[in-house]
């Protein structure tokens, strides 16, 4: 069987193949950390963030929609600690030139403890077979109990050196652990230094005083610059969201795993604004709303789980992650994050204006707390594309390839195809998908056997084909057949849009969220 890695790889291989995702300026190979969407990976895209929006907007009274520009004012980056605090701690190894994100270098070695245990666990398990307590053997077995010990202090250590800000420490940690660079497997490491993530460019020219300004790192801030603006429009009460889907960029060092970190990507936000002392309340609501939308898709709920902050961001009380079992371990998809007053205070302070909430309820006037949930879009799709991928063995030692996509969100929803390029057969296609093409994106493929044709889509996760024979010419039947199951069903065509709107409805995932 093939490990997680090779098979990652092949995902990697196949986006690129089936034009879901392709390196940025390919022709001239590539930039790292930027990719560009293909064809079927942007239909993939749009229907991620509509899911998003739609739970959001439709089924949230109180929540609406903006769309900010990504150039902002140079202070408001001043004013959201991003100038001063948007760093990320890096460390060099002089060998191979190569750059690092310190903690990287050292949650990786941690996690590497967490291997360990669970290979130990699985060798057990295979040993007592039922018998098997794993709880009580993580307890008592005197070589997990040893590497869970030592997790556990560099853990506590890691830590404190990152709430202190001690970078000292933490190259220490890299020294101590024995932390080799994977280029040159050498520990010849230089300090750790702080590098700020944003990247910034120039309005205006030279020779008028061209004004520094910056790529948005976050789109979180065109939602708090504007809260007063759609508060007083909308007339929107406390508590209220803004949501907001766009573009960021962050000059990441730590360029890695195709597009789970990138230097251009796009999030999905909502800032919440609630009263001072709610704020918890609302913390646990977002954070439960959220973790059953990702579940809502079926893509395994033991996939999921919660990890709170070690350490919070500068503007935070209590923040999470929601994480998905990639291919390379849990990793963090969704933060949420209970973010005080401190941004709308701190604009207040630095544009010199009065953005307090008036709250009629209480005839009084405040600085309204924020819950922030912020998703990147492209982690989602990176995720959503782990869990949908399969080699599938089938019988008769042949396989396939297939993208067992949620229906909702496949980039084609029906491939309708004559099983012959005459006879008729391709005009009576042609007759099904002008009809069907109002309601669901379809392709047409006449071109090689069946059998080929039903591969192409498996591989790109279409949920039905529909096949059009010559007995369709007469009882005004067609096939359709399911791309998981590959069941095939004989239907009469006039059924056909009935039965793909209840397949393909929306409004089933968003039920399951209320
Ligand atoms: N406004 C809060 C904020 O930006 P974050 O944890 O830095 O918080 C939120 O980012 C989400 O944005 C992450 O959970 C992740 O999904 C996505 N994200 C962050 N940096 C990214 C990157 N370099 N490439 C792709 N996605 C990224």
Known sequence: MASQEETFKKMVAHCKEYGFVFPSSDIYDGLAAVYDYGQNGVELKNNIKKYWWDSMTLLHENVVG??????MHPTVWKASGHVDAFNDPLIDNRDSKKRYRADVLIEDHLAKFDEKINKECDKAA?????KFDREMFVQTNPRVVEYAKKRDEIHA???????????AELKQIIIDCEIVCPISGTRNWTDVRQFNLMFSTEVGSTADGATKIYLRPETAQGIFVNYMNVQKTGRMKIPFGICQIGKAFRNEIVARQFIFRMREFEQMEMQFFVRPGEEMKWFEYWKEFRLRWHKALGLGDEKYRFHDHDKLAHYANAATDIEFEMPFG???VEGIHSRTDFDLSSHEKYCGKNIKY???ELNQSYTPYVIETSIGVDRMFLSILCAAYEEQPLEGGDSRVVLHLPAVLAPVKV???PLVKKD???EKAREIMDDLKFDFRCSYDEKDSIGKRYRRQDAIGTPFCVTVDHDSLNDNCVTIRHRDSMQQQRIPIADLRGILANELDARQLLRKLL
């Open 157 to 167: 250590r890691f830590v404190k050196a990152l709430e202190a800000n001690d970078l």
């Open 424 to 426: 008729g057969l391709p």
């Open 126 to 130: 295979k040993r007592f077979g039922d």
């Open 358 to 360: 008036f709250d009629p």
């Open 330 to 332: 849990f990793k963090e």
């Open 415 to 417: 491939c309708v195809m």
């Open 66 to 71: 903006i769309d900010a520009s990504i150039f």
